[in-house]
């Protein structure tokens, strides 16, 4: 025999003491980041090597977003200078393509930056919906959550209560679609502009530049934030995004002092 011995009930066992055990432990968290796009992906190692416990929500079965695709189904990504800094920091080959502009490949790219989240000891739940935010005083405590598959079921079948975890903080990493943002903007707390028209080059300055605090508890990243403020979209190019997700931890540590 090659392989030891292991009945079915060992292997569902495992499975389901170590998922219940690492859920628990993630019930409280320093910080939840909704969306596991670029930007949510390296906030997440940010605030990790910060020593903060973190914890990503992602709704797909995958991680990364459009990183693993690039644009146009051509996986290829492209990067506009400093961005490429982040892929140093990561190990991953890309090449200049003119003055200022590099390319790498999606798929080396998006997961290289997984499998840093993961050594920086960042946990994942994902075929996770983000439902619905937790308010306590004015401020952002935390997130409802559900899972993905439920709301694909048929409304007859859709009577499946979410569950609620806290943190201190949450990111808004859920790109254009800005689903935290959009939580609190029915209930008439935010205002939220909508992206704009494509144009790379004001849109990834603008990014970067407006990544905030948008409420307490609240930062908004990548995507999220074009949305929010109605900045212009910035198309198959990621540098943005990257360091808009950088921009987020530091805000954090701005926040704390």
């Given amino acids: 025999m090659i392989f030891s011995r292991v009945s079915e009930k060992d292997v569902t ?3 389901v003491s170590e998922f219940a ?3 628990e432990e993630h019930i409280d968290n320093d910080v939840i980041i909704i969306g596991a796009g670029p930007s949510g992906l390296v906030a997440a190692i940010e605030f990790a090597k910060q020593g903060q416990k973190t914890l990503i929500i992602e709704s797909n079965n995958y991680l990364g977003g459009g990183f693993w695709i690039g644009g146009y189904l051509m996986n290829k990504i492209t990067l506009r200078a400093p961005a490429q800094n982040i892929l140093d ?3 991953v080959p890309y090449r200049k393509v003119s003055e200022g502009l590099y390319i790498a490949d999606g798929p080396h790219a998006c997961s290289k930056l997984i499998a840093a989240a993961c050594d920086a000891g960042v946990k994942v739940l994902n075929m996770t919906k983000f439902d619905d935010v937790v308010l306590r005083d004015g401020k952002v405590s935390g997130v409802v959550i559900n899972w993905t598959p439920v709301s694909a079921l048929p409304r007859a079948l859709t009577c499946v209560d979410p ?3 806290e943190s201190r903080l949450v990111v808004d990493a859920t790109g254009h679609d800005a689903v935290v943002v959009r939580a609190l903007e ?7 502009k909508g992206y704009g028209a494509m144009w790379v080059e004001k849109s990834e300055d603008a990014v970067v530049e407006n990544t905030s605090e948008i409420f307490p508890g609240l930062i908004v990243t990548g995507m999220a934030v074009a949305t929010t403020f109605g900045l212009p979209r910035m198309g ?3 540098g943005g995004m990257l360091l808009s997700g950088k921009r987020s931890a530091e805000i954090k540590m701005e926040i704390l002092k």
């Fill in 13 to 15: 066992k495992a499975i």
């Fill in 21 to 23: 055990k690492e859920f």
């Fill in 89 to 91: 920091e990561i190990d």
């Fill in 163 to 165: 569950v609620a975890i």
């Fill in 186 to 192: 029915k209930r008439g707390l935010v205002d939220v």
């Fill in 236 to 238: 198959p190019t990621f």
